[in-house]
């Protein structure tokens, strides 16, 4: 794998506009980093992936591998909920977690989001206005708080 991301571009995507090799492709990224990286054995395919609302944000390599990824839901309450967000270890520290939270945050900019938060990266996520909301909790053995950030007032 090459760590030269493809123009740094990032992908968003419905589900059912994915075609099967792209979805696997983030999957993997996933489930390399989630379930194998940092050890946690929970269940990765957990539904929402399919959900008709559900949007995929990703970052491919200039060889084919998916970089970073995140993925982005929508509750029936119209929040919005971002999670997964992940980088291949090879490609930490280029900013590509950054460029992933900005199109997210871009495109729910008039409605409230939140996320669960692994508390190493809560500083990240305050960059982009989310804030604690809650108490520490731990979530497959690794300590998260969620967040939220409010919409910002249309003009």
């Known amino acids: 794998m090459t760590l030269q991301p493809l123009a740094t571009a990032v992908h968003r995507a419905y589900t059912a506009d994915l075609d099967a090799e792209d979805f696997y492709r983030m999957l ?5 980093v989630f379930v194998v990286e940092q050890e946690c054995p929970y269940p990765e395919l957990d539904g929402r992936d399919l959900e008709e609302t559900t949007r ?18 929508e509750d029936p309450d119209g929040t919005f909920r971002i999670g997964r967000v992940c980088t291949a270890k090879s490609a930490r520290g280029l900013g590509l977690g950054r460029k992933l939270m900005r199109a997210a945050v871009a495109e729910v900019q008039h409605a409230p989001a939140v996320l669960a938060a692994q508390t190493y990266a809560k500083e990240f996520y305050r960059s982009f206005g989310f804030v604690e909301e809650g108490e520490e909790y731990l979530e497959d053995g690794i300590p998260h708080v969620d967040m939220r950030r409010e919409p910002r007032r249309r003009a």
């Open 56 to 73: 995929h944000f990703w970052i491919d390599s200039a060889d084919g591998y998916v970089l970073g990824y995140l993925r982005l839901l």
């Open 28 to 32: 993997r990224l996933r489930v390399d």
